[in-house]
């Protein structure tokens, strides 16, 4: 049976991060959430350190095929590096502080910036199946109904209560990867857009979908 909360106390938090920083040596600066199938993101990383997340205190575990379901940390280009093989979804049953459990214990290990991947459906007529989009910006539906994973009392330490959303993913980097996939000749399946979040888990009625293709989204995902 799932319980569902809208807070997890700090405590937790706490021991979660000391439980890692006590059994790896890495402090890595930069986490990367791989969404199905984007495990193999972690390959690359030497100096590898893993931790299934069944053994990690209060993390949540994966249900979902595709999410490998451990947290790797390890060195990429120089760079200390967390990858998370495998992500949480609300439509597990898990409340959204839980899916966003693991975001906060990077915080907390001093990860300064995130990087989140998943497959997610496309609605832009100019895409294609395999494209990778950019998020620029996106539509938390969810969030709209009150599902929101910060909900309940605000803990400073992760952010201030009301925070500003205009400018939720970095400019420099999506210009950096915007810069690289010329670089690479990868700009006919390299593109920018706008990503809707819903609950899932069922995927759009065409209906739907035309509908979200109306608001200004890109791709859509669960
Ligand atoms: O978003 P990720 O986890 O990549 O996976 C997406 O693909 C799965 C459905 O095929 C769902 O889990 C959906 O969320
Ligand atoms: N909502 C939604 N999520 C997805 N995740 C992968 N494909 C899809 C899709 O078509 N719709």
């Known amino acids: 049976v799932h319980t569902k909360s809208f807070h997890i106390h700090i405590k937790y938090y706490n021991q979660t991060t000391e439980w890692l920083l006590s059994r790896t040596r890495h402090r890595p600066k930069i986490a990367v959430v791989c969404g199905s199938g984007l495990g193999l993101l972690a390959d690359g990383v030497t100096n590898k350190e893993i931790f299934p997340y069944a053994d990690i205190p209060n993390f949540p575990v994966s249900t979902v095929p595709g999410h ?3 947290l790797v940390f390890g060195i990429l280009k120089g760079k200390s590096c967390v990858f998370m093989q495998g992500r ?8 959204l502080c839980k899916v966003t459990f693991p975001v906060r214990i990077f ?3 001093g990860v ?3 990087i989140v991947t998943n497959a997610s459906g496309g609605l832009c007529p100019d895409f294609k199946v395999g494209d990778i989009m950019l998020i620029k910006d996106h539509i938390n539906l969810p969030g709209f109904a ?3 994973p910060l ?3 605000n803990d400073e330490r992760f952010g201030i209560r009301f925070p500003c959303m205009s400018d939720a993913y970095s400019k420099d980097l999506r210009k950096l990867a915007l810069d690289i996939s010329h670089e690479l000749d990868y700009t006919n399946f390299v593109r920018e857009g706008v990503y809707c979040m819903v609950s899932g888990p069922n ?3 065409i209906a739907e979908a035309r509908m979200l ?6 791709s859509v995902d669960i």
């Open 203 to 205: 995927f759009e009625t």
């Open 213 to 218: 293709q109306v608001l200004g989204c890109d």
């Open 151 to 153: 909900c309940g009392p």
């Open 146 to 148: 009150g599902q929101h």
């Open 107 to 109: 915080k907390l290990l």
């Open 112 to 114: 300064e910036t995130l």
């Open 68 to 70: 490998e379901g451990c």
């Open 88 to 95: 949480f979804h609300l439509y597990e049953g898990y409340s």
